[in-house]
């Protein structure tokens, strides 16, 4: 019944339980994918996750976020009433814990607590029992069918948002422009609101890798480095592209053929056993013969997180698995010039395969339907 | 130097300084308008305030985060290397707490922790030296005018979301298809990315109060309700209308009327010295008078937090102050039928001004140029 990723945690760690308000860890032991697009509510804490390493993931959460069939420990959420959802939420809480460490001694140190996402009000009404659980960004780096199948149904509204985006890029639009079109696809295509971290920078902004859209208009010539990351029923897809506003300037092409060349040798190289620092080499090599560098990872897990394990970053010790989800990510930058390109893929029992599908060609209507 | 209002909450509470992950409480103590919109980062925490009674306030954040000109401690954002924002943020936070608090005892419960949002680790490093905060909700309630400037901004992008709405209603269109005319309208206006809350529900679905837009489909005599809530440099604005897809149906008229009178008579009653519970009562007795009531309160302090004090419901006992921002939503539901109106205004010194300007007809094409 419990997931064998957290009992292999759990036995790692020492812990009874792991109490978690990290949204990718709510998901991964309980199915719950609550919102993460409008930051703290003043009636409710995050929901969390208290997960035994000997029975059911229990979910602790406002009225208002439960869903039937979950195992839930609910307090009232929005009220015309007082809200105090610190104690609402350990009232929950307790229940939980009694519930599911009715055979661990009052006092232990059983409760493993993730110090980056629980809040304070629960830690001070937990006292000894709770300790710092440690690395908790490895756990959930294999994913399961289901999982993995919810992975790739965020990676096709990455496809869909590229598509979008391509078919909006004009000389004279705005990076926000281009960026309507993406929203307006990639909710269309999942039916529902969409929180979504983007890189959607053109011309010179290239040369920073990153950042959000802005009303600077695209000019002939520009080059557009679009990086969508999706969140669909609580699990991230990601992808990147670069393409040219009008014709490609000169220097453009040749970088691309090396990222593009520097991803397949990464796709390449992802397959159990190999060494996450072993793929950042071999990926940052070819890019750096073509006379470019990229100051940010090669790339990372991804899926519960938007960056996980692996990371495939320099001196990486990761040992890879089949059904790690891997987004490799080579680019190069210099004054003024920027372009990157990005791929999803699960690591196979004898290699991997490539869960994206967006154009990856510098004409902007590259993939559209002729 | 220190905020008048944090002043006299550390003297009524008893603390030396307040500590808080809260993005509002960090906009009004720092001016820093953190991202909220994409939930936690596995290389930060969230950006937290540190701000003792006798002097500046110190923002503890990664450098990813930090803006110029801000008395910032910080620690290693995105990297490539190894990432342990616990621990980084706790290095920040030492050296903050040690400037901040240099005159207090060590091992005095000096800092009053915001319990639903600073983190674990952050408790467990400040071991005796925390202690719960109380009610911070009211914190920030009366606004200064710079602050009221900025809500006046969110308030704008309220009124260009509503126009765009409203354009974009058409039979067979779906609550998806609006809503990517508010998010291009809005973020246009503001010229980059916008955290929003919304409700956007049609037809039967307005019987239920609120929800997100979904893929369901326009149909002549529907109504719509459109509750937008965006965040602009760190303030919230609010908003909302009602209106008929073609002709509306014989009861919209009479209950809309209803609503718009109990505004009225609500906005006549914001006044410096009313008591929250007597506004919510006048309120709710004129769409009680009409045969319909509401579930939920009759509206809430904005700013800081899309709900905060003064909160206008049964019982509130709340005493009203210029400065203060109201949002008063007065609507009426029943089997299959719903209505909602709601304005923004600020407490005068003699009465309160409505900066709220979206329009309030039935007709789609209220408020649409000729």
Redesign the interface.
């Known amino acids: 019944m419990p997931d064998q990723r957290l009992t292999r945690y759990l036995e790692q760690a020492g812990g009874e339980a792991l109490l978690s308000a990290?949204?990718g860890l709510v998901r991964m032991l309980t199915g719950h994918a609550g919102d993460?697009?409008?930051?703290?509510s003043?009636?409710q804490?995050p929901a969390m996750v208290l997960a035994p390493g000997d029975g059911p993931a229990r979910l602790i959460c406002s009225a208002d976020e439960a869903a039937a069939g979950e195992l839930v420990h609910t307090y009232e959420g929005?009220t015309?009433?007082p809200?105090d959802?610190?104690s609402g939420a350990w009232q929950a809480l307790s229940e939980a814990l009694s519930e599911a460490l009715a055979m661990v001694a009052p006092g232990a140190r059983a409760v493993l607590?993730?110090?980056?996402?629980?809040?304070?009000?629960?830690?001070?009404s937990l006292g000894e029992r709770?300790a710092?659980a440690p690395d908790l960004?490895s756990l959930g780096s294999v994913k399961n069918d289901a999982e993995l199948a919810a992975i790739e149904a965020s990676v096709r509204l990455c496809d869909a948002g590229h598509v979008a985006a391509r078919a909006a890029t004009v000389a004279g639009a705005?990076e926000?422009?281009v960026?309507?079109g993406v929203?307006?696809a990639i909710?269309?295509a999942a039916?529902?609101?969409v929180?979504?971290?983007a890189d959607l920078v053109s011309g010179p902004r290239t040369a920073e890798v990153g950042g959000?859209?802005?009303?600077r208009r695209l000019d002939s010539g520009d080059l557009l480095i679009c990086d969508l990351v999706p969140?669909l029923d609580g699990l991230w897809g990601d992808s990147c592209a670069t393409w040219a506003v009008g014709e490609a300037p000169a220097w453009a092409e040749p970088l691309r053929a090396a990222c593009l060349e520097a991803l397949r040798v990464g796709l390449d190289a992802l397959r159990p056993g190999a060494l996450s620092g072993d793929v950042d080499a071999l990926v940052r090599s070819v890019v750096a013969a073509s006379g470019y560098e990229y100051?940010?990872?090669t790339g990372h897990g991804v899926g519960f997180?938007?960056?996980?394990q692996p990371r495939i970053?320099?001196g990486g010790s990761t040992r890879l698995e089949a059904g790690m989800v891997v987004a490799l990510e080579p680019g190069g930058y210099s004054d003024g010039r920027g372009l990157r390109v990005e791929q999803v893929a699960v690591v196979t029992e004898n290699g991997c395969r490539v869960l994206s599908a967006h154009p990856l060609g510098l004409a902007a209507n590259d993939g559209a339907a002729a």
């Open positions: 990290e949204p993460v697009a409008t930051g703290p003043p009636f804490l929005f015309a009433g809200i959802p610190p607590v993730d110090p980056a996402t629980v809040p304070a009000s629960v830690v001070w709770g710092p960004l705005t926000l422009d960026w309507a929203t307006a909710e269309r039916g529902r609101r929180a979504m971290i959000p859209p802005t009303d969140r100051p940010h990872h997180r938007w960056h996980e970053v320099p």
